[in-house]
Nanobody, 115 residues
């Protein structure tokens, strides 16, 4: 059974930090392209960051320099370190695993940036 379970979301003040985790199971994690997406109320889901199985990363312009994606293939976990958070970062954050033939999504974790 394939599972992607996100954790680490919550309420944080502007300028604060959070680290999201996404634990995968039931598939060959190390050979999958892993991504974080987010969806704010009333907006379309957007790509935040991605990391290939060899560690090459890609970021949305809105988070460059503030967010860092990383992966631990030994533990089947992908992380999203979020620093200098802004109110506009408020959204549900989703983890996605993608191969050439399939993709899987997690259930999402809420991140709220507010004073």
């Amino acid at each position: 059974q394939v599972q992607l379970v996100e954790s680490g979301g919550g309420l944080v003040q502007p300028g604060g930090s959070l680290r999201l985790s996404c634990a995968g199971s039931g598939f060959g994690f190390s050979s999958y392209y892993m991504s974080w997406y987010r969806q704010a109320p009333g907006k379309e889901r957007e790509l935040v960051a991605s990391i290939g199985y060899a560690g090459i990363t890609n970021y949305a312009d809105s988070v460059k320099g503030r967010f860092t994606i990383s992966r631990d293939n030994a533990r089947n976990i992908v992380y999203l370190q979020m620093n200098s958070l802004k109110p506009e970062d408020t959204a549900v954050y989703y983890c996605k695993a993608r191969s050439l033939v399939t993709e899987y999504w997690g259930q999402g974790t809420q991140v709220t940036v507010s004073s």
